[in-house]
């Protein structure tokens, strides 16, 4: 159902506060996570998407980068967009860059998909940045326990015209065919093994064919043998996924079946990396757009919460 003209005079409103960097509040955090889990309850597993559309990799809570993503590559309705996850933890914002995220999403529903990432969980939560950063803005850990529970819904993977598979980390063992993408159950903590995890944590690797154990502890390594395989199966010319930091924003290997995209310039504000996008459109090559960070003088003015006593 479309968002009432009420649902869309509030958002417009709380999408102009965000961009200016100013938070929500806690209890408006929890109506937007409670009307965002209505709509992504019905949603599937594996989202088909319908170019043109623009493939987005981590942002990590660098909310003034993500407003310059939007600036080189359109504002939300005037650019279709997928998220491949991490919107959370290492940077600062974590709160603005999902919620403004989320805003968006129930605005324009249809206009972007968000995906979720290996750092949408509780546990990866509790140790990169983000539940101290929701206790640091707000004095208790409601909108953490509000947002990661809305994370349980969001969908895994986004297919694009039929011939482009989106996710944040990689394939599965437990996956051959694009049908079974849709039978397990997300709406859960993300566990530490199986199709879920896989397709949330798992890598390509340069070297070497076949399956190999994840140094990251989670998910697999998978060869060009294996993605040449699941690509040809599948009638798909492409595996579009995040998850790793590359210097130029964006990597393609396994004879260019798999591309890397990472949306966070400067990533944890020191590695000197750009940060891409990737068009996609019918018909044409795929274009990427890559971007420094956002500059100092073109940043929203920061409204910041005052510091809470248990971190003095």
Same mark, same amino acid.
């Not at 750092?119 to 509790?126: D, G, V």
């Given at each position: 159902m479309a968002p009432s003209k009420t649902d869309i005079s509030q958002l417009d409103g709380w999408i102009e506060s965000l961009t200016n960097c100013t938070p929500l509040s806690e209890p408006t955090v929890k109506?937007?996570?409670?009307?965002?889990?209505?709509?992504?309850?019905?949603?599937g597993n594996l989202v088909e998407v319908s170019s043109p559309v623009t493939v987005c990799g981590d942002t990590h809570g660098q909310f003034y980068d993500l407003v310059e993503l939007f600036r080189v590559g359109g504002?939300? +309705?005037?650019? =279709?967009?997928?998220?491949?996850?991490?919107y959370v933890d290492r940077g600062f914002y974590g709160v603005e860059t999902v919620t403004l995220l989320i805003c968006l999403k129930l605005r324009y529903r249809d206009r972007i998909t968000l995906l979720r990432g290996n750092?949408?969980?509780?546990?990866?939560?509790?140790v990169y940045g983000f539940y101290d950063e929701c206790l640091q803005k707000y004095g208790h850990p409601r909108v953490w326990q509000h947002l990661t529970d809305l994370f349980d819904y969001l969908p895994v993977t986004a297919l694009v015209d039929n011939h482009i598979?989106?996710?944040?980390?990689?394939?599965? +063992?437990?996956? =051959?065919?694009?049908?079974?993408?849709r039978t397990f159950d997300r709406q859960q903590e993300t566990p530490v093994e199986g199709p879920h995890c896989d397709l949330l944590w798992s890598d390509p690797e340069e070297e070497g064919d076949g399956w190999r154990a994840n140094p990251r502890g989670c998910g697999y390594t998978f060869g060009e043998d294996i993605s040449?395989?699941?690509?040809?199966?599948?009638?798909?010319?492409?595996i579009a996924r995040a998850h790793q930091m590359v210097m130029e924003g964006y990597s393609t290997m396994h004879n260019n079946k798999?591309?890397?995209?990472?949306?966070?310039?400067?990533?944890?504000?020191?590695?000197?990396n750009q940060a891409a996008i990737m068009q996609v459109s019918t018909g044409i090559q795929n274009t990427f757009l890559t971007f420094d960070p956002n500059p100092v003088d073109r940043r929203p003015r920061l409204q910041p919460f005052p510091k809470q006593e248990f971190f003095i």
């Open positions: 109506l937007i996570c409670d009307k965002a889990k209505e709509l992504l309850v019905t949603a504002w939300v +309705p005037n650019t =279709n967009y997928i998220f491949l996850g991490d750092h949408e969980s509780r546990m990866t939560t509790q598979l989106c996710m944040h980390g990689g394939l599965s +063992p437990s996956i =051959n065919h694009l049908d079974q993408l040449e395989m699941f690509t040809y199966t599948n009638k798909l010319s492409l798999v591309v890397t995209i990472f949306s966070a310039p400067n990533y944890i504000y020191r590695a000197g």
